[in-house]
């Protein structure tokens, strides 16, 4: 049996003017439980952003970030496609907006919840835990072995976190910033020191990177972590950092490749944007936030206006091209 569980990622100190009214679900028209034919313990999970229109549909759905021991993207479109939205409104006026969903593919079997580890997973996740300390040829070594081992959420949450642990003390930086991410987001599957070690080090992870919009989600995420208690104090620290650092990079730039298959899906932390490419590709761009939608085609420089809130970029193109996307003017990030 095949379960699917929903997390809408909204930030709690997100506010809009009183006139805003946010969407709501009001009918899934999903079954809640599926029969499964195979026997494969592999389950899946995917992060994904969508428009909500005007009549309430899921629309240009995209995956932002998914399981790489699955790839269930077809299925998570189909799930949110059967979504029904009472559609957002600002005022009297129906509007379009972004929403963003966690969407995690979980099985269970007869007699068996598929939840935990297996006693083989175990065995190689102890000896790698003892082999980072004395010998990282060894240590990678077993990480493909478990890697060929895991299966369900909890297993997957695990090889991110161990992966991350080695790419770390290796200082392979690209490749512990993608494992310490999927910690994050498995990190429920965790145990709760796991889980909150993981999410302190995405956070730093994503400052060292400007990467603010992620680093704010981090924070917010500190406060519903279980076993864990962050006072208000502690939290406004978080906050008061992200500002800090933001007000000390006044520019902010970060470059992507571009091509048929790959879009750009960009969080922006200030006000003035500038988009510009390596060719002369043809660009679909749209700027999605919380309450405002806005289809730019080929714009290439943009003012946010102070009303719109949790605002990213997302660009295609049916042509290879670098694109680089720099941020200035105020802060456009609470």
Known sequence: MQNIYLIFLLLPFLTF???FTQPAVIENLNQKYQQTPAKTRTESFAYMSYIIDKQGLAKDIVIVNDSEFSN????????????RYQPAKNGNNIVEVEETLFWRY????YRNSND???PSYQKIYSQIQKLLASDKTAAKEKLIVLRNKTKNLTEQAYYAWISSVYFAQTGEWGEYNKQVFNA??????????????ATENLFESAMYLKDFRLALEVASSLRRLRGKKLTDKAYEGYITAIKKAL????ILSKQYLLDSANHVYHKLARQEIEITTTSQAALDT???CANHIAYLKNTRELMLS????????????DSDSGVSITETGNQHLL
């Open 17 to 19: 003017a009183n006139e």
């Open 72 to 83: 269930m993207s077809v299925k998570a479109r189909q799930y949110v496609e059967g979504l």
């Open 184 to 197: 994050w987001v498995l990190r429920q599957h965790l145990d709760n020191n796991s889980a909150h070690i």
């Open 306 to 317: 102070d009303t719109w809130k949790n605002c990213r970029l997302l660009i295609k193109s």
């Open 247 to 250: 007000d000390e990079s006044t």
């Open 286 to 288: 749209q700027l999605r």
């Open 116 to 118: 935990g580890i297996s």
């Open 106 to 109: 979980d099985k269970s079997f």
